[in-house]
């Protein structure tokens, strides 16, 4: 099982991913968070395989929060998936983000990005 966290501020957006990705048997959310802050201090607890992360946060923005969650969690994949994902992907990839996917084409596109990361 590939243990992602979640860290997005729209309780709807979060539920979307943990019952998506549920379906594939592969991907497990672990936790959730709905704030940067938070979120780091799960990365640091859980050691999650994965991260998918938001921009628009409250408080410190994803981009500002992946130097310190790939701190936290030095071997977890972070994967933007954001509304404005196509406006701060590449700075997120500069940062040390694996991807990025436009919340706005849904999550199959996510999924994909996941499966290149995490191949069987």
Do not use: C, H
Not at 16 to 38: C, S
Not at 64 to 79: G, H, Q, T, W, Y
Not at 85 to 101: F, H, I, M, P
């Amino acid at each position: 099982m590939v243990r992602l966290l979640v860290i997005d501020d729209i309780p709807d957006a979060r539920a979307l991913l943990r019952i998506a990705l549920g379906r594939f048997g592969r991907y497990e959310v672990v936790d959730e968070a709905d704030n940067a802050e938070t979120g780091i201090e799960l990365a640091y607890r859980l050691q999650p395989d994965g991260i998918i992360l938001d921009v628009l946060l409250p408080g410190m923005s994803g981009i500002d929060a992946l130097p310190p969650l790939l701190e936290a969690a030095p071997n977890a994949k972070v994967v933007l998936w954001s509304s404005t994902a196509n406006a701060t992907g590449d700075r997120a990839v500069e940062l040390g983000a694996v991807g990025y996917v436009d919340k706005l084409e849904g999550v199959d596109p996510l999924v994909r990005l996941l499966d290149e990361v995490f191949p069987e």
